[in-house]
Nanobody, 122 residues
Framework: QVQLVESGGGLVQPGASLTLSCAAS????????MGWFRQAPGKGREFVAA????????VHADSVKGRFTISRDNAKNTVYLQMNNLKSEDTAVYYC???????????????WGQGTQVTVSS
């Protein structure tokens, strides 16, 4: 069982930066690939980024490529999402998730956090 707790969301202006963190409870954190997803009001859950167990391999959605960066610190059992040049369309609840395989589809992820709200507005 893996418990995930996100933090770092908030209200920011367009163009600002924000870093989300996700702390995991598992002692075997390094055995899980991690991902970030988001869900805007009235929309389905959207893939944002994922990285492998070691953190060497990463993938980012086209909508955030060049602006967002996923990373992890296995010593701290934490995964991060650095978000730069935020846009209004980035407004959503952001979820981190853990999977036993490196994947980009929500169905492959076994554990989910409760989500953290990111609002980008002037």
């Amino acid at each position: 069982q893996v418990q995930l707790v996100e933090s770092g969301g908030g209200l920011v202006q367009p163009g600002a930066s924000l870093t989300l963190s996700c702390a995991a409870s598992a002692r075997t954190f390094g055995h899980y690939a991690m991902g970030w997803f988001r869900q805007a009001p009235g929309k389905g859950r959207e893939f944002v980024a994922a990285l492998s167990m070691s953190g060497v391999d990463t993938v980012h959605a086209d909508s955030v490529k060049g602006r967002f960066t996923i990373s992890r610190d296995n010593a701290k059992n934490t995964v991060y999402l650095q978000m730069n040049n935020l846009k209004s369309e980035d407004t959503a609840v952001y979820y981190c998730a853990a999977a036993r395989v490196f994947a980009m589809v929500a169905g492959a992820f076994d554990y989910w956090g409760q989500g953290t709200q990111v609002t980008v507005s002037s």
